[in-house]
């Protein structure tokens, strides 16, 4: 159904990777198209009265590949895509080739600014960039790394940077701060030792050893997939309860072997169990739900009485440690650099209070803190 609507400055008429419901002419005022990137936005360009938003619906484009934010008090209306997709296909042949023409013309404009924008993005690890260094380390530690028996790959500190930058043209700064939150998730750790020029100076990083590259690979695959795919970019945006729930998950298949499809089956009940102990939740479909929105797939099969829930560990562990890294490049970008000293945020569980000293978990029944030992029946006085 159509409609008019008027929007205040400052307010969305739609996000990036929204779905496309209505084709938007803007009756007056003018709005400003960007890209949200994380706590900013990067601005593309400036609409206003005549002008028209959402065409692409017609040719079968589904989300917003950017968002749009009222610059003025704005007057819209907005007809339903599907009304004008029947008026488009009933339209003169030569009329329908000129749309399709114009359109496909603004679609290539659009991602020549888009392209622009986002190499002006003066952030440390800029989103399009972020592929691009975890790929990189993928590569060349793959290529040129020693494969230990452990299945750990070492590489050599400064042949990883010369390397990366000769090869890839990664700047080896960007390639340190990426190595840095690798280590910080304990998913790499660094060889230290004296440079062989400064035997006198302080430790170095003389090496990187890769515990698991394949997490390495599984990151920047998914988000080179669902960041350059329109419309999928949602899916990179961390959801905090079902990332604990992906943890709940991992943890049951643990002491499980997968099977020869690498597949593990766990009890509903058990899982329902320790989310509830672990984070509070009532287990319920629409949680599995949100999982596959983020691209979290799982299986619930019947087997007899039990229902169990069937899933690819491997899969799910890429998945929770790509929200995991992608939480850290968040804080690289806002600091500037990667804290390796910064103290991990202790979880607390529902129903229990946080210690004023070391921020750990306790019962109102505790007069004394399990991990640091601090009163708490004197610091609650």
């Given at each position: 159904?159509?409609?008019?609507?008027?929007?205040?400055k400052g307010e969305f008429l739609f996000r990036e990777g929204d779905k496309i419901s209505h084709l938007i002419f803007i009756q007056s005022g003018s709005v400003n198209t960007c890209l949200n990137r994380g706590k900013k936005n990067l601005d593309l360009f400036q609409m206003s009265t005549n002008q028209l938003l959402g065409e692409m619906a017609l040719f079968g484009q589904s989300t917003h590949n950017f968002s749009a934010i009222a610059a003025t008090e704005t007057k819209t209306f907005e007809a339903p895509v599907d009304a004008m997709k029947e008026q488009y296909e009933a339209a003169a042949p030569l009329f329908k080739i000129t749309i399709k023409s114009l359109s496909e013309r603004l679609k290539l404009a659009l991602s020549e600014v888009r392209s622009s924008r986002m190499e002006k993005d003066a952030s440390p690890c800029a989103e399009d960039q972020?592929?691009?260094v975890f790929g990189t380390l993928f590569h060349a530690s793959s290529h040129k790394g020693e494969k230990q028996k452990d299945g750990k790959v070492e590489m050599p500190w400064l042949q990883l940077k010369q390397y990366s930058m000769r090869v890839f043209g990664e700047s080896p700064k960007r390639l340190e701060q990426a190595c840095h939150i690798l280590v910080k998730l304990k998913l790499a750790e660094y060889s230290m030792g004296k440079a062989p020029d400064n035997p006198d100076g302080p430790d170095e990083i003389q090496a990187?050893?890769?515990?698991?590259?394949?997490?390495v690979e599984g990151f920047f695959e998914f988000y080179q997939y669902h960041y350059f795919?329109?419309?999928?970019?949602?899916?990179?945006?961390?959801?905090?309860?079902?990332?604990?729930l992906v943890e709940s998950i991992l943890k049951l298949a643990e002491p499980l072997t997968p099977d020869r499809f690498g597949l593990v089956q766990v009890p509903f009940t058990q899982l329902a169990e320790l989310a509830k102990f672990e984070i509070g939740l009532n287990l319920n479909n629409d949680h599995f739900t949100r999982m596959e929105n983020k691209g979290v797939m799982t299986k619930r099969r019947s087997v007899g009485d039990v229902v169990q829930i069937e899933f690819e560990p491997k899969e799910l562990r890429n998945i929770f440690f790509t929200w995991k890294i992608l939480r850290e490049i968040?804080?690289?970008?806002?600091?500037?650099?990667v804290d390796l000293d910064e103290k991990e945020e202790k979880k607390i569980k529902k129903g229990e209070c946080a210690c004023p000293q070391c921020g750990a978990g306790y019962k109102e029944t505790q007069k004394f803190c399990a991990e640091c030992g601090t009163n708490l029946v004197a610091k609650a006085s």
């Amino acid at each position: 159904m159509s409609q008019q609507k008027t929007y205040k400055k400052g307010e969305f008429l739609f996000r990036e990777g929204d779905k496309i419901s209505h084709l938007i002419f803007i009756q007056s005022g003018s709005v400003n198209t960007c890209l949200n990137r994380g706590k900013k936005n990067l601005d593309l360009f400036q609409m206003s009265t005549n002008q028209l938003l959402g065409e692409m619906a017609l040719f079968g484009q589904s989300t917003h590949n950017f968002s749009a934010i009222a610059a003025t008090e704005t007057k819209t209306f907005e007809a339903p895509v599907d009304a004008m997709k029947e008026q488009y296909e009933a339209a003169a042949p030569l009329f329908k080739i000129t749309i399709k023409s114009l359109s496909e013309r603004l679609k290539l404009a659009l991602s020549e600014v888009r392209s622009s924008r986002m190499e002006k993005d003066a952030s440390p690890c800029a989103e399009d960039q972020i592929a691009k260094v975890f790929g990189t380390l993928f590569h060349a530690s793959s290529h040129k790394g020693e494969k230990q028996k452990d299945g750990k790959v070492e590489m050599p500190w400064l042949q990883l940077k010369q390397y990366s930058m000769r090869v890839f043209g990664e700047s080896p700064k960007r390639l340190e701060q990426a190595c840095h939150i690798l280590v910080k998730l304990k998913l790499a750790e660094y060889s230290m030792g004296k440079a062989p020029d400064n035997p006198d100076g302080p430790d170095e990083i003389q090496a990187v050893t890769f515990k698991n590259l394949s997490i390495v690979e599984g990151f920047f695959e998914f988000y080179q997939y669902h960041y350059f795919k329109s419309g999928k970019s949602e899916i990179l945006k961390p959801d905090e309860t079902v990332s604990q729930l992906v943890e709940s998950i991992l943890k049951l298949a643990e002491p499980l072997t997968p099977d020869r499809f690498g597949l593990v089956q766990v009890p509903f009940t058990q899982l329902a169990e320790l989310a509830k102990f672990e984070i509070g939740l009532n287990l319920n479909n629409d949680h599995f739900t949100r999982m596959e929105n983020k691209g979290v797939m799982t299986k619930r099969r019947s087997v007899g009485d039990v229902v169990q829930i069937e899933f690819e560990p491997k899969e799910l562990r890429n998945i929770f440690f790509t929200w995991k890294i992608l939480r850290e490049i968040e804080k690289w970008n806002e600091k500037g650099f990667v804290d390796l000293d910064e103290k991990e945020e202790k979880k607390i569980k529902k129903g229990e209070c946080a210690c004023p000293q070391c921020g750990a978990g306790y019962k109102e029944t505790q007069k004394f803190c399990a991990e640091c030992g601090t009163n708490l029946v004197a610091k609650a006085s």
